[in-house]
């Protein structure tokens, strides 16, 4: 009898984790769903023929496949200056943030000096301040610098990031104290400690913020719009406007051309979609 | 080799002193064990030797050199960790040639060496390893192995056993001892365990609030402890404490514990003639304590009392009996046949010429 009673009581429990489980699916899958629609309506939107945009009822499928679209949007404006001048500005900004961020926090972290965790504070509280507050002062800077419409503009502004210096700072704290020890007795300075022990230990922690830096930068129009001129200094981002006009707006190019933008991005997002999930969690924040 | 003088050497955290003014002198080839409960600024002061913390106040001498400013790594010492702090990202190999790499050897030599100190701890089949692929045990060899590699002027050890299971520590107890004796190299030791420091020190210091109790021998410390705090550290179980009345009757003296009284040898009567009708604290060790049933000792008069037995502690090769005067409890450690009964009353011997009396304000020993 009790055997029959327990065999029933756990065939109840599997069915009830059965159905949160489904639940749990049916809401993501919707969610999954609202956020991929965008994404495939700019893929056959970029396949489409001009007229046939906006036709209604909707059409998901093109009729005829235009892949011309593509090399039209390729040749319309200079898509290779500004996929070099995107990839060159985002790999320097990563570079440039996760090394001033890791100096940054290891100073934060590890050495000791008078008002270290007040200036800590006081650097986190940047990130409370909006850009477009500083924006302006930046760009009257950058003239006075006469670095407008230059890489520089583009570059060193943005090299370097509170928030990397807090995740990476919460990272280093981690790092076992004996570590930084041991390192000192067996002969290592101060940088030491931060290139033999502290950076390689860190390679996840790093990782995370060089993938969030580089997407953030690729994706980043404001500032590359403000501080560029010329077509040549111009981002794929900046670039992309070139298909809007005032008043008429060539949605089949300007979506072809979002879809050559997405790809290099897409890949990146594929292989180091540990490292997102990861800062997330590492660091309670969203890039 | 080297020998290792503090002078006068304090160490302040903000407004706390942890270490106060120690005067220590740590031989040539001496295996010097600092030891005490947690807090007492026994790691503090290895720390400070290791160039890890600076000195406050005070002088750290190397041989003849001063090295209060002198980096860690120009020291010439190397020190193992109770968390081994092995680099996680380096193989053993790696660990164990880091710091001759940095110090500029040939790559040749640093082979040499890595073998060499490989082979003497039995770490062949380890040195591609990383240290996340080995045991406990293995990881503390690498330890050593990347501390002797150096070939070091001293060593300094914090607490490295403390993470081993009992059967381990005991094992690497006397391999530490043998590799001392192979190297001929001064060794600090820091540990918290009483047996650590008798079982492997030439030299004991006890600490306690940052300040050295008694440094002496483990068998000076044993048999003639500075003052109660080593009584009662040192050795296991504790020695027992006694708070008595001093008292003189018929030109003898005796100690007055309210229920019972016990007459003092010779040699304690001239020191304890000071402190007649004052209070003081006898002390006195559990093997020093016997049943008179089984003493075999003859002159028993004016030492015997009557106790009962609370508990019996059978451990196999002897028995710990706790008993209770009514007044006070104290443990006797007698031999494994003995047939006492909880809540039997016996009569005790206490053997004084083993015993000791600490004066109950300084603590410190009388006789």
Known sequence: MEKITKEESRRIKKRIEILKKSITYIILSLVSIIMILPFLWMIS?????????????????????????????????????????????????????????????????????????????????????????????IFILLKHLNWIDTYKALILPMAFSAYGTFMLRQFFMTIPKDLEDAAVMDGCSKFGVYWQVILPLSKPALATLATFTFLGNWNNFMWPLIVTDSMKMKTLPVGLTSFQGLYTTDWTLLMAASVIVLMPILIVYIFNQRFFTKGIVMSGLKG | MAYVILKNVCKNFDKTQVVKNINLEIKDK??????????????????????????????????????????????????????????????VWENMAFA?????????????????????????????????QLSGGQKQRVALGRAIVRKPKVFLFDEPLSNLDAKLR????????????????????????QIEAMTMGDKIVIMKDGVIHQADDPVTVYFNPADKFVAGFVGSPPTNFIECLVVKKDDKIYLDEGTFVVRVNDKMRIRLEEYINKKVTLGIRSENIYDRFYYSGTKTEGKTLMATVEVVEPLGSEKYLYLTTGKNTFVAR??????????????????????????????????
């Open chain 2, 170 to 193: 005991v094992q690497m107890r006397a391999e530490l001892k043998k590799l001392h004796q192979r190297l001929q190299s001064t060794i600090i030791y820091v540990t918290h365990d």
């Open chain 2, 30 to 91: 001496e295996f010097c064990v600092l030891v005490g409960p947690s807090g007492c600024g026994k790691t503090t002061t290895l720390r400070m030797i290791a160039g890890l913390e600076d000195v406050s106040e005070g002088e750290i001498y190397i041989d003849d050199v001063l090295v209060n400013d002198i980096a860690p790594k120009d020291r010439d010492i190397a020190m193992v960790f109770q968390s081994y702090a092995l680099y996680p990202h380096k193989s």
């Open chain 2, 334 to 367: 007698v031999d494994a046949f003995n047939k006492a009964q909880v809540n039997q009353d016996i009569e005790i011997v206490f053997d004084m010429d083993k015993a000791h009396v600490f004066d109950i304000d300084t603590e410190k020993t009388i006789v």
């Open chain 1, 45 to 137: 939107t970029s396949l489409k023929e001009a007229g046939a945009v906006f036709t209604y009822p909707p059409k998901w499928i093109p009729h005829p496949v235009v892949f011309k679209n593509y090399l039209e949007a390729w040749n319309a404006v200079p898509f290779g200056r500004f996929f070099i001048n995107s990839i060159f500005v985002a790999f320097c900004v990563t570079i440039g943030q996760v090394t001033t961020s890791s100096l940054a926090a290891y100073a934060f972290a590890r050495l000791e000096f008078p008002g270290r965790d007040k200036l800590f504070f006081l650097y986190l509280a940047t990130m409370m301040i909006p850009g477009q507050i500083t924006m302006i002062p």
């Open chain 2, 100 to 132: 001759l790499k940095l110090k500029g050897y040939p790559k040749n030599d640093i082979m040499e060496m890595v073998k060499e100190s490989a082979e003497m701890l039995g770490l062949n089949e380890l040195l591609n390893r990383l240290p996340k």
